[in-house]
């Protein structure tokens, strides 16, 4: 039986080193790193320890096989599954981790060589560890340095070879243009990077030309560096879902790249980040932190036979007490998605097909952008394989000698890069081209070549070796000069310099240059409370004038038409100042105006989005394309249609069948108003403008809106007016009542609730269905023979 072992303990405890040893103990092994970074930074090092014929490099976007390797290096998705005698996964606790987890989980369950297996992670992992298995022997290792903290500094006042820690990419140039201008330089590490931009960039600080390393949080996972301090610019990050703060856990993983072996490291916040709580600077100092909970499963048995079967085994239940199934991973989504795709899943879809299918949407999705540009290339790619066999010649050509043109900016570098990864991924398909080891050699060059500009343009970016920095007034010292009053006007000794409008700031026309730089730069911590403030409120406190967002009565973005009736999107529009957190913003806002209609339009979006069959369901559909409200004889075959138990579930979901009309969730207000009227006018790509009528407003004249705008906001024409349903409906229930004792007396507080006249009243009963007797009463109107009345 294979001995299974856990060998567990913070940063800095030699775990990844102590595997790699036991691993070149035995003939063959297989090694799996949490970051293709990390994969090729052990496998270098193995290379130059027993030469390039022995080892094997393999990650989503790079193989490096020689004819007969005896040890393979990979990321943790790509493992290679073939019998060695050692198996070895790293940072195992990263099972927890919602996205990636279930892979990890998989390895915990299924990978095993055939005389050694071990897993290497932090401490925290061992109570889940332990029940998925139970016979693994665990080791626990003590850091063999100590972590201080340092509290909070800002950048000018960092020690020497710090780490600043930011979690985007433009969030990382920020910071790195900040330090150049107080320091005279700093190299940049991002998970975007190749290895060889990478290393270029970290031969920059490990050679002491930089002493300050600007880096996202991938250096958490084990890149070793000659780092001495870690300072967290921030301290929230958005997870893929939503803005979260870090625990306690997560800053540790990271702050414990500090002091390596035996040197002791330091740790804490700068530039806009809050210091850190007491209670957490002792979680990480005395490294206690609370334990994973769970891990996240996925079954890996597969169902091929159809896209329904698979997806259902994909979505099986995990055989474990202490397992989450993980739902919403990239791939699962993008297979789901492509499914629905008639032009993709249409009949006569073979298992050959669906397993093909699933294989195109394993492609990574180098580029997160959270948009459908990811899945509009599986679909591609998988109609190329399907009807031709591999993708032609010409289009994976044209993409990488597009590529490889490096006269752009650094941001579109850093793009290019995670394309190339992307098509290199394609080529080390063996059956998906019809030349894998053409395109393969096409890739790496361009990826070099791209690599090696991006590493130029960042070191002349972030490194001036010319000037000496000019020693500049600190934050602290800027905001003491700096006077905002409650209009948002930015004054420094007495001059307006300018002003604060919403997310951005706008310059007075008077003030000089430097004034101007310095007030920018003073407002940049103000700027940031304003986001954090926007990031943690609750909906109420946004607004929605005409087709704009505010916050607290600011405007913050706009609404834009969407791909669905339902789906508006949200554009934002941040000052410099703010660039690295436009992502935030944006997905705030977005979230605000989705819950915004689901208050407004209640299960109007899942219908129109849907379509699927029944009555109950073909009714909501009519309503979706009326936003919710219409008249009855507008949907009189669908009603008819109805059963007793169809309207229970109808009136279950907030539809309200009345004696004229049928909605859905419908009341008057001036969110619901302003929420209608900007939902359709953006769908009929008309300017939104103002709201026609007052949400206090019971009735209005006929020609106050225009033809089914009426209906968008719950105005029913009648007569020479338009009646708002809720008030319509009530009096029609009030009249229902009153004529079942025989002819009734118009009640004047009908007058009342419908703003109108006992002429415009009679009117509407009238269209009600009743008729005016000789003396001046009402009484049902007899329904014509062979006719239902509506």
Request: charged share 30%.
């Amino acid at each position: 039986m294979t001995l299974v072992s856990a060998v567990l303990g913070p940063t800095n405890t030699g775990k990844t080193h102590h595997a790699m040893s036991r691993m070149l103990t035995h003939p063959t092994g297989v090694m799996g790193f949490p970051l293709r970074l990390l994969a090729r930074e052990n496998y270098d090092r193995l290379v130059a320890r027993l030469g390039p014929d022995r080892v094997a490099l393999v990650t989503g976007e790079e193989r490096i096989v020689p004819a007969r390797p005896d040890y393979w290096l990979s990321t943790t998705e790509a493992m290679p599954d073939r019998p060695v005698a050692f198996v070895g996964v790293d940072e195992i606790q990263l099972c927890g981790h919602k996205k990636r987890g279930h892979v990890f989980t998989a390895r915990m369950l299924q990978a095993r060589g055939t005389r050694e297996t071990m897993f290497c992670g932090a401490d925290t992992v061992q109570d889940v560890l332990s029940d998925i298995v139970p016979h693994a022997q665990v080791e626990h290792r003590p850091r063999r340095s100590a972590l201080r903290h340092l509290g909070h500094a800002s950048l000018s006042s960092l020690p020497a070879r710090s780490c600043v820690i930011a979690f985007s990419a433009q969030e990382v140039y920020r910071l790195a243009e900040k330090v150049r201008q107080k320091r005279g330089g700093a190299a940049v590490v991002l998970g975007a990077l190749s290895p060889r931009a990478r290393n270029a960039q970290v031969e920059l600080f490990q050679s002491g030309r930089v002493d300050v390393l600007v880096a996202t949080d991938a250096v958490g996972m084990g890149l070793n560096l000659d780092i001495q301090h870690v300072a967290f610019a921030r301290t929230r990050k958005f997870d893929g879902e939503r803005i979260r703060g870090l625990s306690a856990a997560e800053l540790a993983q990271v702050a414990g790249r500090a002091g390596r072996n035996q040197r002791d490291g330091t740790f804490g916040t700068c530039d806009e980040a809050a210091p850190l709580s007491d209670e957490v600077v002792r979680a990480i100092e005395e490294h206690a932190f609370d334990p994973v909970p769970f891990v996240w499963y996925r079954n890996t048995d597969l169902d091929y036979t159809s896209i329904e079967t698979l997806v259902d085994s994909l979505r099986r239940p995990p055989p474990m007490a202490r397992a989450r199934r993980a739902a919403g991973g990239v791939d699962q989504l993008t297979f789901e998605r492509l499914a629905q795709d008639p032009k993709v899943a249409g009949p006569g879809l073979r298992e050959a097909d669906v397993r093909r299918l699933w294989a195109v949407c394993q492609v990574p999705d180098y580029r997160r952008n959270l948009d459908d540009g990811h899945a509009r290339f599986c679909r591609q790619l998988y109609i190329h394989l399907r009807d031709r066999g591999a993708v032609p010649d010409a289009v994976i050509e044209r993409a990488l000698s597009r590529l490889g043109d490096v006269d752009v900016d650094t941001d579109a570098l850093t793009v290019r890069l995670s394309d190339v990864r992307t098509w290199a991924y394609v080529a080390h398909r063996a059956d998906w081209t019809a030349h894998p080891a053409r395109y393969q050699a096409m890739a790496a060059e361009v990826e070099e070549r791209v690599s090696d500009a991006l590493h130029d343009r960042l070191t002349a970016r972030f490194v001036d070796e010319l000037k000496r920095v000019a020693v500049r007034r600190t934050d602290d010292e800027l905001s003491g000069l700096l006077e905002v009053d409650e209009n948002g006007t930015a004054r420094i000794e007495g001059q307006v310099v300018a002003r604060i409008d919403g997310l951005t700031v706008t310059s007075d026309g008077g003030a000089d240059r430097d004034r101007l730089r310095l007030a920018r730069r003073a407002l940049s911590s103000r700027m940031h409370a304003r986001v954090d403030a926007l990031l943690d409120a609750d909906v109420d406190r946004f607004t929605l004038d005409q087709d704009t967002l505010c916050f607290d009565g600011a405007r913050v973005g706009r609404l834009t038409r969407g791909k669905r009736r339902y789906g508006p999107e949200v554009a934002v529009t941040l000052d410099d100042l703010l660039a690295e957190r436009t992502e935030d913003v944006r997905h705030k806002l977005q979230a605000v105006t989705n819950l915004r209609l689901e208050e407004v339009f209640g299960a109007l979006p899942a219908a129109e989005r849907e379509r699927s069959g029944g009555r109950v369901n073909a009714l909501l559909y009519l309503l979706a394309e009326r936003f919710g409200v219409s008249g009855r004889r507008d949907l009189s075959p669908a009603l008819q249609a109805l059963t007793p138990d169809d309207k229970r579930a109808l009136r279950g979901l907030g539809v309200r069948i009345g004696q004229r009309t049928v909605s859905l969730r419908y009341r008057a207000g001036v969110v619901p108003f302003a929420w209608r009227w900007a939902v359709a006018k953006l769908w009929h790509q008309q300017p939104v403008g103002p709201v026609p009528v007052a949400p206090t407003q019971t009735s209005v004249g006929r020609d106050a809106v225009r033809g089914d705008e009426g209906w968008v906001l719950g105005f029913a024409p009648i007569g020479g007016k338009r009646y708002r349903i809720d008030a319509l409906e009530k009096v029609a229930g009030l009249a229902q009542k009153a004529a079942r004792t025989g002819p009734f007396v118009l009640d004047e507080s009908w007058c009342s609730r419908l703003a109108a006249s006992q002429a415009e009243v009679g009117e509407v009963l009238g269209a009600l269905g009743f008729a005016a007797t000789d003396d001046g009463r009402f009484s049902r109107r007899p329904a014509r023979r062979g006719r239902r009345r509506r």
